[in-house]
Structures are given as structure tokens and as C-alpha cells.
């Protein structure tokens, strides 16, 4: 099997779970845990879907994929916003409400998927026919979405490490009651963070749909939010660790996606199910081993009350 093939299915996955657990960390950074980010991913899929497939029709330049990866953007932030009204405004349980934003997400997406006129033939939302822009020749392995997402990262990286206005950000997660005395607008900051959370995650999802699903959308994205949660779990809410651990996963999904191709055996071609497993497993397994060393945000899941202070 080619080294590029395995490299390109490793890219692929690297882009959706970087942005993903990049997502995550922004928003619980802040203090707003944000479990809704696999519902604001499918939105976002749907949302490139739609817009992409009334695009193609007219103009078939792939750079114009730009505009309905935009709105997928737009449309996940839109989400966002409904999980930070109910978990900042009005104190609602973060987790509950981010379950909430998943299942309504979910819901739109399956409805639209099997919805006449919306769907092709077959009961698939597809998208547009829009070719992958990819700057290494014939494979995918460098593309426009990769040079997107390490711009995404690097910016982040630079955002929280050398700036005011991300110290801040950060110290909003762990004592704001302390930031708010200093005359900081905590509850700006956390609106801010989910917002961006959900502009992250609905390019994630749209994405998925152009590198994993060959541009087709089936109403899914696989569960790859609560994946990304996990990354940033073990990345211990921290960039540059988040990174990482996203390279591992990434690998860790290629090798269970094309293990057939890498062996002769007849067992474990025989019993590919079990081998398609093995990345969630492995996934199970290193959440377990990094667990007991988790060290989240102080003020994370807790409402802010001013009057505390």
C-alpha cells in the first residue's frame, strides 16, 4: 500500500479533529463547557451541504467552496449561541445543554436528509461536486483545509500564549471572580469563546463533508465531536498538547480504516469490523491512562454570580 495513501488519510483526520478539539478548548478555556460541538459540527455539514450544492450548479470553481465553508461557520456560531445564552444567561446545566444542541442539530439534519427536494435519489444530502484543493500534486495530503487549520492553530498558539487579551481568556476559566474585580467583562469573554467555539466547529463539519465523505453529507459526522472532546482531554486543555494528541488519533483512525491494506492475512481481513473498533478502543484506553492526570480549568462548568465576588 502507498505511504501517501496512509499519509493522506492521516491529514484528512488531523484537520477535522485539530479544529474540532480546537473548538473545545476555546470555550471551556473560558469556563463554559461545551459538549454540543459533534451538533454544531453536523449544522455546519448541512449548512456547506446545502449551500454548496445550489453553488455548484451555477459556477464549478473550487476556490468558490470558500463561500459555503463561510456559512457553515456562520451557522455553527449561530448554534453556539443558543448553548451560550442558556448556559451563561441563564445558568443552565452546561452539559445538559450542550446534549440539548446536539440532538436538536441532529434532528434538523436527518429531517432535511430524507426530505424531498433536498435529497438526491438515494436519500443522501449531496453536496457540491466541488474538487479538494490540494497543493501536493495528485494526492491529498497537503491541502487548502490543512493549511487552514494550521493557520487556525498556529493563531490560537500565538492568541493564548502572547497576548493580553488571551491571558485573560484564559484566567476567565480559572478565577472569575478575581478577573472581574480587575474590572474585566467576564461574561464577554465567555460569549466570545463560545461563539468562536461554534465558528471552529461548524468548519469542522464542513470539512468532514468535503475530505472524509467525498462532499456527501448523510445527515451525520460520524461522532467525531465527542472524539475531539477526548483529544482535548488529553491534551489537558493545552494547544500545543491538544495538537499532538490529535496526530495520535488521526493515526490511530488511519490504521483501523486501512489495516486490510497493509497485511495479507486472511483473519484480519476476515474480521474487519473488530479492527474498525480499534481506534475508539484505543481512544477508550488513553482517556483511562490520562484521566487521573487531568487538570482542567478551575471555574469550568460553574455559572458566574457576580455577586460572589
Not at 160 to 189: C, D, M, W
Not at 210 to 238: D, E, P, S
Not at 243 to 258: D, H, M, N, P, W
Request: net charge positive; hydrophobic share 50%; charged share 10%.
Amino acid at each position: 500500500m502507498s505511504v501517501n495513501i496512509l499519509l493522506e488519510a492521516i491529514s484528512i483526520y488531523f484537520v477535522i479533529f485539530s479544529l474540532a478539539s480546537l473548538s473545545g478548548l476555546i470555550s471551556e478555556r473560558s469556563g463554559v463547557i461545551n459538549v454540543g460541538i459533534d451538533g454544531m459540527m453536523v449544522i455546519g455539514a448541512l449548512a456547506y451541504a446545502i449551500v454548496g450544492s445550489k453553488m455548484y450548479k451555477n459556477d464549478n470553481t473550487p476556490i468558490l467552496q470558500l463561500v459555503p465553508i463561510i456559512v457553515a461557520a456562520i451557522v455553527g456560531g449561530l448554534f453556539a449561541l443558543l448553548h451560550s445564552f442558556a448556559s451563561i444567561k441563564l445558568k443552565a446545566d452546561q452539559i445538559v445543554s450542550g446534549t440539548a444542541i446536539n440532538l436538536f442539530a441532529q434532528g434538523i439534519a436527518m429531517f432535511l436528509t430524507t426530505t424531498r427536494g433536498w435529497t438526491e435519489s438515494n436519500g443522501t444530502l449531496i453536496t457540491s461536486g466541488y474538487k479538494i484543493v490540494s497543493f501536493s500534486g495528485t494526492n491529498n495530503i497537503f491541502t487548502l483545509y490543512l493549511l487552514i487549520s494550521i493557520i487556525i492553530t498556529c493563531f490560537s498558539g500565538i492568541y493564548f500564549s502572547f497576548t493580553r487579551t488571551g491571558v485573560r481568556h484564559i484566567a476567565v476559566g480559572e478565577n472569575p471572580q478575581a478577573v472581574s474585580s480587575s474590572g474585566i467583562n467576564v461574561l464577554k469573554y465567555r460569549y466570545l469563546a463560545v461563539l468562536t467555539s461554534g465558528l471552529l466547529a461548524g468548519i469542522s463539519g464542513a470539512f468532514f463533508v468535503i475530505l472524509k465523505n467525498n462532499g456527501n453529507f448523510y445527515g451525520t459526522v460520524n461522532g467525531f465531536g465527542f472524539i475531539a472532546l477526548a483529544i482535548m482531554i488529553v491534551g489537558q486543555w493545552k494547544i500545543r498538547f491538544t495538537v499532538v494528541a490529535s496526530f495520535l488519533f488521526s493515526v490511530f483512525f488511519t490504521i483501523g480504516e486501512k489495516i486490510f491494506y497493509l497485511t495479507s492475512n486472511e483473519w484480519i481481513k476476515s474480521n474487519g469490523n473488530l479492527f474498525n473498533m480499534m481506534p475508539f478502543i484505543l481512544s477508550l484506553l488513553t482517556m483511562i491512562t490520562i484521566s487521573k492526570f487531568s487538570k482542567p480549568p478551575k471555574s469550568i462548568g460553574e455559572p458566574y454570580e457576580k455577586s460572589k465576588r
